[in-house]
């Protein structure tokens, strides 16, 4: 989850299943709840709190509830290169200042 207080921005891997393992040439499809169009994610190496180069952004969004909130989908590609074996990351969401919205969603890439 990356969360915001009252309403918390809900990432869910859509294409794979739960116990699935994300390898190298994995495109990881993102379902984002409670998000907006054109929100961007990061992702960051857990250990040093570094950005890795990846960067997301919410689109094909459908306005849900009474029109002021999204369901987004965002793809992740993942490569050998930018990512290491056994290492943890997080995603990270940002609101529309670009400034950090909520808490960080965790993964761990198995090459």
Excluded at 24 to 42: G, H, I, Y
Excluded at 50 to 56: R, V
Excluded at 80 to 88: K, V
Aim: aromatic share 14%.
């Amino acid at each position: 989850y990356s969360a915001r207080v009252e309403k918390p921005t809900v990432i869910t891997i859509t294409n794979l299943q739960a116990g699935d393992v994300i390898y190298d040439r994995t495109v990881a499809r993102l379902k984002l709840e409670n998000s907006f169009p054109s929100q961007r994610l990061k992702v960051y190496r857990t250990n040093l709190d570094k950005f890795t180069g990846y960067s997301l952004t919410a689109e094909n969004c459908k306005v849900i509830g009474a029109g002021s909130e999204y369901t987004c989908e965002a793809d992740l590609y993942i490569s050998e290169y930018s990512l290491e074996d056994g290492e943890s990351y997080y995603f990270q969401a940002f609101d529309r200042r670009a400034n950090p919205d909520g808490d960080k969603a965790y993964f761990v890439f198995k090459n």
